[in-house]
């Protein structure tokens, strides 16, 4: 049982350029989020999505892309990289039913230069 | 919305000392979480909170629930280096059939164990 796997550990990019970090998990879990990690800003929330095919805005969406075609993945876009979108980005899953935790993957440390 | 303060921000203190980290929270929530983060890692869970009154131990940790007072707390009785991390408080405002599912984050708490 992998539980939340993200990909990119670490990136570098350019201003300008865009990519995109992987989330995937293998719970079954409805709900998928990412959030990103300032400090002295503790973690806020970028998108969310409550199931395949549904996704919504968090506090800070701007600059960020999701969709969600499976349950398992919930890829992070960004379009245009700005260097105020270095931070450390984590994907967190659950159940959306009442009484799930959240399972937190590993994080992407991202560099924008 | 939702904000959720944590205090104190930064902590140091000795082995052997006892203190307790608060966090307050401005709405009616379902449940809140307590985080603990080390250096360049991710976030590990410490405790579940689920209703009012709630309170939970594991190890040298314990975490309470006051639902009415909307603040809970984490007591760390004889502190220990090992215990020297951030820790998170997190209110869960998800509500069934609500459509809204926000997991909102105090600032942490960043507590150094002096030996």
């Known amino acids: 049982n992998a539980g939340v796997t993200q990909t990119p550990k670490f990136q570098v990019l350019k201003t300008g350029q865009s990519m995109t970090l992987q989330c995937a998990q293998d719970?079954?879990?409805?709900?998928m989020s990412w959030y990103r990690q300032d400090p002295g800003m503790g973690l806020r929330l970028i998108h969310y999505?409550?199931?395949?095919?549904?996704?919504d805005q968090g506090e800070v969406p701007n600059g960020y892309n999701v969709s969600r075609s499976t349950t398992e993945d919930f890829p992070l876009r960004l379009l245009s990289a700005a260097p105020s979108q270095t931070s450390v980005y984590f994907c967190?899953?659950?159940?959306?039913?009442?009484?799930?935790?959240?399972?937190f993957g590993s994080g992407t440390r991202l560099t924008v230069v | 919305e939702l904000k959720v303060e944590q205090n104190p921000l930064f902590l140091s203190m000795q082995e052997g000392k006892n203190y307790t980290i608060y966090c307050n929270y401005s709405?009616?929530?379902?449940?809140l979480y307590w985080y603990r983060q080390d250096p360049g890692k991710s976030l590990e869970s410490l405790f579940v909170?689920?209703?009012?009154?709630a309170v939970k131990q594991e190890g040298r940790l314990m975490a309470s629930l006051d639902t009415k007072a909307r603040l809970s707390t984490l007591h760390i009785t004889a502190a220990v280096h090992d215990l020297s991390a951030t820790y998170f408080c997190?209110?869960?405002?998800?509500?069934?059939?609500?459509?809204?599912?926000?997991?909102?984050f105090g600032k942490g708490t960043k507590l150094s164990v002096i030996p």
């Open positions: 997190a209110v869960d405002n998800r509500r069934s059939g609500a459509g809204s599912y926000q997991l909102t």
């Open positions: 967190a899953s659950s159940y959306s039913r009442q009484g799930g935790g959240y399972t």
């Open positions: 709405t009616t929530s379902d449940r």
């Open positions: 909170l689920l209703s009012n009154g």
């Open positions: 999505s409550v199931g395949a095919g549904i996704t």
């Open positions: 719970m079954n879990h409805e709900y």
